[in-house]
């Protein structure tokens, strides 16, 4: 089944306490992105990956970073979390960025910094 | 810049009523433009689209038509059901291959039994 697998899916954690969300596909797809969602503001990109060790920054990176080094695989990581990073998160890919390809998105990873 | 303008929610309807959630949209050129739903608890789903003007994408009961002259996206239903319940995203993608895709806020319906 084509999907886009993120864990975990609920996370309470700390401030300062590193973290990572992992994010695969299974799609051979390569562009993946990630967005967090807040009441009010919609989805916000964070960062994208266009292929393998290719990524850039999104609207709101601050506070974040990525790798891609296998084509599957784009994990988010969160260095030193802090509250305002309380958020839903969600991964996506598609194909290409081509405008007329379809986003398949994550289910989601809700997580709480106290 | 490129921007999505849905309408707010929440809406609030009963079962088989008629549905319309207004999209509009600011771009340059012919932008792809997108319907995503979310149900509780879950990811973003594809529920139609339209690559370019006129185009009618339509899945589900769900349809929405590309009107460059309005730069409209407005998503209908005839007879919404309860299971329809979601939030809805409308999303433009540029036509710039560096462009990212824009939502919108989403738009909370709540079906009534």
């Known amino acids: 089944e084509a999907q886009v697998t993120q864990n975990p899916r609920y996370l309470i954690t700390v401030t300062g306490k590193k973290l990572t969300v992992t994010c695969s596909q299974n799609m051979n797809h390569e562009y993946m992105s990630w967005y967090r969602q807040d009441p009010g503001l919609g989805l916000r990109q964070i960062y994208y990956?266009?292929?393998?060790?290719?990524?850039d920054k999104g609207d709101v990176p601050e506070g974040y970073k990525v790798s891609r080094k296998e084509k599957r695989n784009f994990p988010l990581i969160l260095e030193s979390p802090s509250p305002n990073q309380t958020s839903l998160y969600f991964c996506a890919s598609s194909l290409t960025r081509t405008s007329t390809d379809t986003q398949y998105f994550g289910p989601g990873t809700r997580l709480t910094v106290l | 810049g490129d921007s999505v303008t849905q309408m707010e929610g929440p809406v609030t309807l009963s079962e088989e009523a008629f549905l319309t959630i207004n999209c509009t949209y600011t771009a340059t050129g012919y932008p792809s433009l997108f319907w995503y739903v979310q149900y509780p608890g879950e990811g973003l789903q594809l529920l139609l689209k339209a690559t370019k003007a006129d185009d009618k994408g339509s899945n589900k009961g769900f349809e929405a038509t590309y009107r460059k002259e309005t730069t409209s996206f407005h998503l209908e239903k005839g007879s919404v059901q309860v299971s329809d319940s979601a939030v809805y995203f409308c999303a433009l993608w540029p036509m710039n291959r560096d462009d990212k895709i824009i939502f919108g806020k989403g738009t909370r319906l709540h079906i009534l039994p």
């Open positions: 990956s266009m292929n393998v060790e290719v990524t």
